[in-house]
Antibody, heavy 119, light 114 residues
Framework: EVQLVESGGGLVQPGRSLRLSCAAS????????MHWVRQAPGKGLEWVSGISWNSGSIGYADSVKGRFTISRDNAKNSLYLQMNSLRAEDTALYYC????????????WGQGTLVTVSS | DIVMTQTPLSLSVTPGQPASISCKSS???????????LYWYLQKPGQSPQLLIY???SRFSGVPDRFSGSGSGTDFTLKISRVEAEDVGVYYC???????????FGQGTKLEIK
């Protein structure tokens, strides 16, 4: 059974940092690009960042560029998101996901971890 | 960056009636390989999103055939031929550029049952 389990969310003050983790199981993690997608309370989905299978290609949404860093450890089947200089508008449920690609039209999603940025 | 614009933002449909959602991209989604990487998702209340349609018009495994996708270039449509109660939720279109990774979602269209 495929599982993506996010962790590391919580309440953090504006300007501080937080690191999210995603533990993957049930599929060959290092075969696929992985992503973080977020959803602010009552709002729509926003793609945040993605990383290729070998970390050789990385992308960020403009809203987080320069503040967030995505990484992965294929030996540990894990995906990470280092979030620095957090703002109130970063408050959201953060999903770890394998999204459809050119060669793989299936996807996997976790249940999300909630990040709340507030003083 | 590519902007995805969905209309309408909300829809109230009687069971058994059809529904249609439009998605327009700010630039053509036709890839150099000849394919178009436009996807449709449904997020049911309290759940993670689930893939309905990939590459404009291909239904994902297990998706009922009352769901269909069409379009090309910058204009795309998701149609539900006969809405059922289980179809309630928010529908999103999404485009994907895979290298470097860069995806964009539409704002979402909330479907409710009358």
């Amino acid at each position: 059974e495929v599982q993506l389990v996010e962790s590391g969310g919580g309440l953090v003050q504006p300007g501080r940092s937080l690191r999210l983790s995603c533990a993957a199981s049930g599929f060959t993690f290092d075969d696929y690009a992985m992503h973080w997608v977020r959803q602010a309370p009552g709002k729509g989905l926003e793609w945040v960042s993605g990383i290729s299978w070998n970390s050789g290609s990385i992308g960020y949404a403009d809203s987080v560029k320069g503040r967030f860093t995505i990484s992965r450890d294929n030996a540990k089947n894990s995906l990470y998101l280092q979030m620095n200089s957090l703002r109130a508008e970063d408050t959201a449920l953060y999903y770890c996901a394998k999204l459809p690609t050119v060669t793989t039209w299936f996807d996997y999603w976790g249940q999300g971890t909630l990040v709340t940025v507030s003083s | 960056d590519i902007v995805m614009t969905q209309t309408p933002l909300s829809l109230s449909v009687t069971p058994g009636q059809p529904a249609s959602i439009s998605c327009k991209s700010s630039q053509s989604l036709l890839h150099s390989d000849g394919k178009t990487y436009l996807y449709w998702y449904l997020q049911k209340p309290g759940q993670s999103p689930q893939l309905l349609i990939y590459e404009v018009s291909s239904r994902f495994s297990g998706v009922p055939d009352r769901f269909s996708g069409s379009g090309s270039g910058t204009d795309f449509t998701l149609k539900i031929s006969r809405v059922e109660a289980e179809d309630v939720g928010v529908y999103y279109c999404m485009q994907g550029i895979h290298l470097p990774p860069m995806y964009t979602f539409g704002q979402g269209t909330k479907l409710e049952i009358k």
